[in-house]
């Protein structure tokens, strides 16, 4: 058993009060907290280290190298990469996404096709939009179902040797869904030679992720998730295909040679680099990653479960609330509206007056709220230093919020 009071008392700002009342923080899937020993390490590499990386040879050039790149390998460690070079630092799940549908536009032609789902946060969405646009291939949806479960005979359908790009999501930002990725890994790699990409920004924080043995092309998350700071993030990439794609910035870092003639690039992973990067942020995301496994992933992954069953049986003892996904094998999140009382906003602002936050509206998945013929829900997630006691507050606020909107 691990002691919950003592890892909030490693995130100090969970110690105070909003509107009067003790902060109880529901909003990780937004962002986590940080704790005190990253935001030490991040202080610690500005107030002792500050020093731009890989292109001086001064002592602290050299430190500051030396401890982004142990992060490098301590990120290659927690997803099990092959090496330490298919690990690219970048701003985020939204940039990494980003830069792979722009890298990927030489391999794909007019009447291509692309395949995601219906669960896909629009960072998922547009990116894949965008490539579409550039090069005239299309967009094909795996639909779900009224559970917001994918219906995977759709993606037997889909795929052919049109097929150039898979990518979905492992959990739901909005449902707090798990996605069977192993299962649409495998049937993607028997029917077709399509890239597939994996957007692990909810299931890294919560899961034991091992990207060769899910043999994906591609996985990116976000550092901000995870209890690192904000700016930071990682794509991972296959060695073999990393270096058959071109360079996604150009600047300093991402050449080997460069004159009026033209330029070479630089190897693995600077070749995706190109310019200074958040040297800080990306040192104090070794911190977290630090963090998770002092307490163990298993033990991560078990207290939230237990938060989520605890929190979606005690909601759904209240009259007229639905939860979105009920039936479906989830994680972390638990969304939800209370019918007849207006739009989740309401509920979020009465919430909000007690003290507990919770994040409302359509979480960047429009989608998935057109098809529950909804704006938006109001969504609690998880995260270590959340408690039992924190979601009976939230289910006294929801119900004060249903009595006064009712």
């Known amino acids: 058993m691990f002691d919950i009071q003592e890892i909030r008392s490693q995130f100090t700002i969970l110690n105070q009060q909003v509107n009067g009342k003790p902060l109880v923080y529901l909003d990780n899937a937004a962002t986590s907290q940080k704790p005190n020993s990253v935001l030490e390490v991040w202080t610690q590499y500005y107030t002792e280290l500050n020093a731009n990386v890989h292109r001086g040879i001064h002592t602290l050039s050299q430190l500051a190298t030396e401890e982004m790149e142990l992060s490098r390998r301590k990120v290659q460690k927690f997803i099990n990469a092959k090496h330490d070079f298919e690990v690219i630092f970048t701003k ?65 359908q889909y795929l052919s040797e049109k097929t150039k790009v898979v990518s979905v999501n492992q959990v739901s930002n ?105 040297v800080g942020g990306n040192i104090a995301l070794g911190a977290a ?53 207006g739009i989740s906003s309401d509920v979020g602002m009465i919430l909000d007056k007690m003290g507990i936050a919770v994040r409302t509206g359509h979480h960047c998945t429009q989608p998935i709220m057109d098809f529950f013929n909804i704006a938006g829900t109001v969504r609690a997630s998880f995260a270590i230093y959340n408690t039992f006691q924190e979601i009976d507050s939230l289910v006294e606020g929801v119900k004060k919020a249903q009595r006064m909107l009712s």
Not at 103 to 124: A, G, V, W
Not at 141 to 148: S, Y
Not at 186 to 195: G, H, I, L, V
Request: net charge negative.
């Open 92 to 156: 985020g799940t939204t940039e990494g996404l980003n830069l792979i549908a722009y890298i990927l536009t030489q391999k794909l032609k007019k009447d291509d096709e692309i395949i995601i789902s219906y669960l896909e946060h629009h960072s998922n969405i547009v990116p894949w939009q965008l490539l579409c646009e550039r090069t005239g291939a299309k967009l094909r949806v795996i639909p779900i179902d009224e559970n917001g479960i994918l219906q995977l005979d759709y993606l037997d």
């Open 174 to 278: 909005a449902l707090g869904i798990v996605n069977p990725i192993e299962e649409i890994i495998a049937k993607t790699r028997k029917n077709s030679d399509a890239y597939i990409v994996i957007d692990g920004a909810q299931s890294a924080p919560h899961f034991t992720i091992d990207v060769q043995k899910m043999d994906c092309d591609f996985f990116v998350f976000s550092g901000h998730k995870m209890y690192a700071p904000m700016g930071t993030g990682i794509l991972y990439g296959k060695q073999e295909v990393l270096e058959d794609l071109p360079p996604f910035h150009g600047g300093g870092e991402m050449i080997a040679t460069c004159s009026f003639d033209g330029t070479t690039y630089a190897g693995l992973p600077f070749k995706y680099e190109a310019g200074t990067p958040n």
């Open 289 to 341: 990653i630090d963090f998770i496994g002092k307490i163990g992933q298993a033990t991560i992954q078990n207290h939230e479960n237990a938060l989520l069953e605890y929190a979606q049986r005690q909601l759904l003892e209240i009259d007229s609330l639905k939860v979105y996904g009920e039936k479906a094998n989830r994680t972390g999140v638990v969304s939800f509206n209370l019918e007849g009382t």
